[in-house]
């Protein structure tokens, strides 16, 4: 048992309160997750008078960093997510208080009720109202949590929906625009009876455009007055739930006053997304050369030594690889001087526990070095391979230029189709789209998917056509990222229900998928037609909303930029 914790129980005295304070802040040897904990339920419990947020912060963040766990510990982790919310709260930073709050929800869907009360009301005060307007369905999912009925979780519910009413009405007081899912919202109020109330009037007024010049000021009012009705809600002890999985991103570290220790590890994916988009630049050069070219009267074979000229170009970028491999060395290097010190200590002791863990930390961090060096491996693999299959294309269609061009005439009179060195350059870009297309849509089916159980058998393989079914089992899938487009959007149609859950997918994006087969089949057959300038945008446009609903928003961006320069190109 911890010294704290037996002063905990006894009741500390100021001088004890002291000499913590004093203690954890000069010492920087602690490493016992007890320690921390109890030190801080002594100050945050028994310290009325000279409260440090900024400490105490840093307090609790230790004891979940030295090893205070939702599954060895559950009631004093909850705890600790609890005091650490609570100070997150009291220092205005609410993007943590979500962070916090969603990292139990992620170990435990059936978390007591608290957690997904608290992580609504928090959102009220951050961006996520936007998204809850749009799009209330898993807000009004985490509010109705109420195991019993209980009157006063009833009540705190209330005045949470009565937060999101007045913090809609200044969002979208500021926003005009803002979309709203007036029904669902209709229906929450109507289920907690607020129908009549002053908040739920003025929401309502403000979206059908009725804004008047003290709107701002009623809502402020609403906010502080559900903030005040808030407080004086006492809390109740929730019961214990068994531990499952629920997938929801944490998009801040829960250890935010942490130094990283290792920023390499840390840089790997951004850099990883660099050199994918330095790939999409690549493509980028491909188009604007060949138009420059094109311009200038220039001859199929100078068409063809630009290409090869770029083919080059991403070999090239392969040295980077290098740099890569020989930080995975460095990681193997730090993980047989952990190994090694392990060795040389007490098992069980303080220091051997904090050895462990920072062995168990390499090793993942070498794991998802390996993991992301394949990734762009392939990535380089993937756009040598659309650049020649580009290059290849271009010399098939000027070679049938003359005689496409007749048959086009004859066959499409009065249709907007390109010529073939427009079709060329238009198709060359498209495969590049399709390439960072089902490398995106890969990475968003492995991160929704993984947090099954049993994902890889269940989701991926119990959903492919036999043939690709018998390639599995031979082998030749290891990985989604292994799969083509038109697999990988196969599996995604398949697990529809369960990518629904926890992605506010609605029954429009579920046609985009849909819509996007065609997609990938009229970019397979795109070498055997004319190519039409409404259907190439078209498909453009349904490629760039479904970058959207894997939530890839700059490559979304990127391709719809693209379709509008498509749909301005004169025909020649």
Known sequence: MSSYEKLYKVGPKEKDIEKIKKTFKSDSEITSWEDYYWASKCIVDYDLEDFEPKFMSTMLNNSLKYGLAYRTNKEYYLDAIKMLASIYALMGKYELVLNCLNAVIELDSDAPDWVFHDLVSAQN???????????????????????????????????????????????????????????????????????????????????????????????????????????????????????KVKSRP???????????????????EKRYKELVERLSSVQAELDNKNKELEAAGLTLEQLNEVNSSLQASVKKSQTDMADYERELNEKKADIESLTKRLETVKKGSNESKELEKQLENAQEQKAEMVKQIDAVKQALSDSEQKLKAAAEQIQRTATENKNLKEELQKAQSGDEVFSSNQAAIIIGKWKSFEVITTQKLAKWLNRNLSCFNGWWDKCVIGVLKPDQVLKAQDGHYATLEEFDLAALLRIFIKNWQRLCQYNFLTESDRQTVIDMFNVRNNLAHSNVAPLNKEAVVGDLVTMSVFMGVINANTESKEIVKYAKDVASMELG
Request: hydrophobic fraction near 35%; glycine fraction near 4%; aromatic fraction near 6%.
């Open 250 to 268: 944490l998009v801040i570290s829960l250890f935010p006053e942490d130094d990283i220790a290792d920023s390499k590890y840390m840089d790997m």
């Open 125 to 243: 005060r951050t961006r996520s109202i936007k998204k809850n307007l749009k799009r209330p369905g898993m807000f009004l999912s985490d509010l109705a949590h109420n195991d019993g009925n209980k009157p006063l979780t009833k009540r705190k519910q209330e005045n949470i929906f009565k937060e999101f009413l007045a913090a809609g009405i200044v969002y979208i007081t500021e926003n005009p625009d803002a979309i709203v899912d007036i029904e669902s919202i209709t229906d929450a109020a109507m289920e907690y009876g607020l129908t009549e109330s002053r908040e739920w009037k003025t929401f309502v007024d403000v979206c059908n455009g009725n804004v008047s010049e003290d709107i701002k000021t009623r809502a402020d009012e609403i906010e502080q007055a559900s903030e005040a009705s808030e407080s004086s809600i006492e809390e109740t002890k929730e019961p214990e739930v068994e531990t």
